[in-house]
């Protein structure tokens, strides 16, 4: 037992006496053409985290002097680095292939935006432009005048604002009804005291808020006596929020926007309605399916007479990372004298993109928003592309593929328990595992997301833009052919 011990401490310390220092590495000549890739003392970094990964397997055990001097002799040095140097080159935002079928996804940057958009965002992003001036008198004024007014327009509220994303615009609410004296109560129904996609929890905001919360009602049923029943002296707020990623079936009540308008008006306080997504549908916008189901629309909420409606510029919109509030005049201007509205407040770039969006739905044009064509295109209209997909993928070697009718989501807790009807190209290999393969393809270039599903590698067309056919089958070939 002893002797076993001490030859293995021998072991090791030959192994240790191996290693290599970070001096004979950097000379190391068949290191040489990798170095240059990457800053020196990112090169450096990698040299000492491969030292340190190989110290700690010889400390625990798991590589002995043999093991190491194999490595160092053969490929496994130069590998390793210049997979380290690979993963360098991936990082960070780059433009990827969703064929996940999720139109609004999160971890994809939710909404793709109209080609005009796009432009106007990269126009004012390499030169100066008119952002806190007016153009006509030269005097200052504020950097979305013009968005308010746009909003105003397509939503029918009075006035309108906008912040960072609906994360941002639902804590200047509460942060600017808080402001008024010692009232520091907010009553919201517990039914609506959502988590949206693990990060949003609506009563963490509040509390960070500094807002004390009031549930009434319950999980399934809330009532506007409730809400009357609980509003007192420290009342700041009464407020709704809609439960975008998730829904109680059967017997349920919740209180509409309309009754907590009426109710605010009678007690005189102030009423909002966090809708989340969003769903712009009016004259001009041509309804989404209606598997959208009740999925509440901007213009009947601000309808509803509700002081303040905020929704998401990035869901069911279409338009670029935003939170947008809208509501009545006296309510939008007491959220814009809040000093951290100046914390929240969007950039030139996004204004602009989202300027342009909004213009593209008031000239009639919202349907050509490419998250909307997405959403709006039925399974019949999807399928000729899962075909051409099909074909091409059918050419690869050792490939198993078929075209199956499969269900896509929208994404981004817009519509829960929603699914739309799609055509999805079924891929399986002889010898890459779908997860295996699905993980190359993130890596492949271009890059690619799909989806992994019983057993197989599902590409669903729904959610690919113009020309991403061709990039999904170049990734493909890349990795398969
Ligand atoms: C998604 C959502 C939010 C957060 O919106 P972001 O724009 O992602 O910050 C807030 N409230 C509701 C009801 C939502 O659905």
Same mark, same amino acid.
């Given at each position: 037992?002893?002797?076993?011990?001490?030859?293995?401490?021998?072991?090791?310390?030959?192994?240790?006496?191996?290693?290599?220092?970070?001096?004979?590495?950097? %000379?190391?000549?068949?290191?040489?053409?990798?170095?240059?890739?990457?800053?020196?003392?990112?090169?450096?970094?990698?040299?000492?985290?491969?030292?340190?990964?190989?110290?700690?397997?010889?400390?625990?055990?798991?590589?002995?002097?043999?093991?190491?001097?194999?490595?160092?002799?053969?490929?496994?040095?130069?590998?390793?680095?210049?997979?380290?140097?690979?993963?360098?080159?991936?990082?960070?935002?780059?433009?990827?292939? +969703?064929?996940?079928?999720?139109?609004?996804?999160?971890?994809?940057?939710?909404?793709?935006? %109209?080609?005009?958009?796009?432009?106007?965002?990269?126009?004012?992003?390499?030169? #100066?432009?008119?952002?806190?001036?007016?153009?006509?008198?030269?005097?200052?004024?504020?950097?979305?005048?013009?968005?308010?007014?746009?909003?105003?327009?397509?939503?029918?509220?009075?006035?309108?604002?906008?912040? +960072? +994303?609906?994360?941002?615009?639902? #804590?200047?609410?509460?942060?600017?009804?808080?402001?008024?004296?010692?009232?520091?109560?907010?009553?919201?129904?517990?039914?609506?005291?959502?988590?949206?996609?693990?990060?949003?929890?609506?009563?963490?905001?509040?509390?960070?808020?500094?807002?004390?919360?009031?549930?009434?009602?319950?999980?399934?049923?809330?009532?506007?006596?409730?809400?009357?029943?609980?509003?007192?002296?420290?009342?700041?707020?009464?407020?709704?929020?809609?439960?975008?990623?998730?829904?109680?079936?059967?017997?349920?009540?919740?209180?509409?926007?309309?009754?907590?308008?009426?109710?605010?008006?009678?007690?005189?306080?102030?009423?909002?309605?966090?809708?989340?997504?969003?769903?712009?549908?009016?004259?001009?916008?041509?309804?989404? $399916?209606?598997?959208?189901?009740?999925?509440?629309?901007?213009?009947?909420?601000?309808?509803?007479?509700?002081?303040?409606?905020?929704?998401?510029?990035?869901?069911?919109?279409?338009?670029?990372?935003?939170?947008?509030?809208?509501?009545?005049?006296?309510?939008?201007?007491?959220?814009?004298? +809040? $000093?951290? #509205?100046?914390?929240?407040?969007?950039?030139?770039?996004?204004?602009?993109?989202?300027?342009?969006?909004?213009?593209?739905?008031?000239?009639?044009?919202?349907?050509?928003?490419?998250?909307?064509?997405?959403?709006?295109?039925?399974?019949?209209?999807?399928?000729?592309?899962?075909?051409?997909?099909?074909?091409?993928?059918?050419?690869?070697?050792?490939?198993?593929?078929?075209?199956?009718?499969?269900?896509?989501?929208?994404?981004?807790?817009?519509?829960?328990?929603?699914?739309?009807?799609? #055509?999805?190209?079924?891929?399986?290999?002889?010898?890459?595992?779908?997860?295996?393969?699905?993980?190359?393809?993130?890596?492949?270039?271009?890059?690619?997301?799909?989806?992994?599903?019983?057993?197989?590698?599902?590409?669903?067309?729904?959610?690919?833009?113009?020309?991403?056919?061709?990039?999904?089958?170049?990734?493909?070939?890349?990795?398969?052919?």
């Amino acid at each position: 037992m002893l002797e076993r011990m001490s030859s293995r401490a021998d072991a090791s310390k030959d192994a240790f006496r191996l290693l290599p220092s970070i001096e004979e590495l950097l %000379h190391d000549p068949r290191l040489a053409a990798l170095a240059p890739r990457v800053p020196r003392d990112v090169w450096l970094g990698f040299l000492r985290e491969l030292i340190e990964r190989w110290r700690a397997e010889i400390k625990a055990g798991k590589l002995d002097a043999t093991t190491l001097s194999a490595r160092l002799a053969g490929t496994a040095l130069a590998d390793e680095l210049r997979r380290a140097v690979e993963r360098e080159g991936r990082a960070g935002i780059v433009r990827v292939v +969703n064929a996940t079928g999720v139109v609004l996804h999160t971890g994809l940057g939710r909404a793709p935006l %109209h080609a005009e958009a796009a432009a106007a965002m990269a126009n004012v992003a390499g030169s #100066y432009c008119v952002l806190e001036v007016d153009r006509e008198s030269g005097e200052r004024n504020q950097r979305d005048d013009r968005l308010s007014e746009l909003l105003r327009r397509m939503t029918g509220a009075e006035a309108g604002i906008v912040v +960072n +994303n609906c994360a941002a615009a639902v #804590y200047l609410l509460l942060n600017t009804y808080l402001a008024r004296g010692k009232r520091d109560e907010v009553i919201v129904s517990r039914g609506e005291l959502v988590e949206i996609g693990g990060s949003f929890r609506v009563p963490d905001v509040m509390e960070r808020a500094g807002v004390v919360l009031r549930e009434v009602g319950t999980t399934n049923r809330t009532r506007i006596a409730d809400y009357r029943a609980a509003a007192g002296e420290r009342t700041s707020l009464l407020m709704k929020v809609h439960t975008s990623n998730f829904r109680v079936e059967g017997f349920t009540e919740e209180v509409t926007p309309r009754e907590l308008a009426e109710l605010g008006r009678e007690l005189s306080l102030p009423t909002a309605f966090d809708l989340g997504s969003g769903l712009i549908e009016g004259d001009d916008v041509a309804a989404l $399916p209606d598997v959208m189901g009740d999925e509440p629309r901007v213009r009947d909420a601000v309808a509803s007479g509700v002081d303040v409606v905020c929704f998401s510029g990035d869901k069911l919109f279409g338009g670029p990372q935003s939170g947008m509030l809208v509501g009545k005049r006296a309510a939008i201007a007491s959220l814009r004298k +809040n $000093p951290v #509205y100046r914390a929240l407040r969007l950039d030139k770039v996004t204004i602009a993109g989202l300027e342009r969006t909004l213009e593209l739905y008031l000239a009639g044009r919202g349907d050509e928003v490419p998250s909307r064509a997405m959403l709006r295109a039925s399974a019949d209209q999807l399928r000729p592309s899962a075909e051409r997909i099909a074909a091409a993928l059918a050419q690869l070697p050792r490939c198993t593929v078929s075209v199956i009718p499969e269900r896509s989501q929208p994404g981004s807790g817009a519509a829960p328990g929603v699914f739309l009807p799609t #055509y999805a190209v079924r891929l399986t290999h002889e010898s890459w595992k779908p997860a295996a393969l699905a993980a190359a393809l993130r890596r492949a270039e271009p890059a690619v997301f799909a989806r992994v599903q019983d057993d197989a590698l599902l590409l669903d067309p729904r959610s690919l833009l113009p020309g991403d056919e061709d990039l999904l089958l170049k990734a493909l070939r890349s990795v398969l052919a």
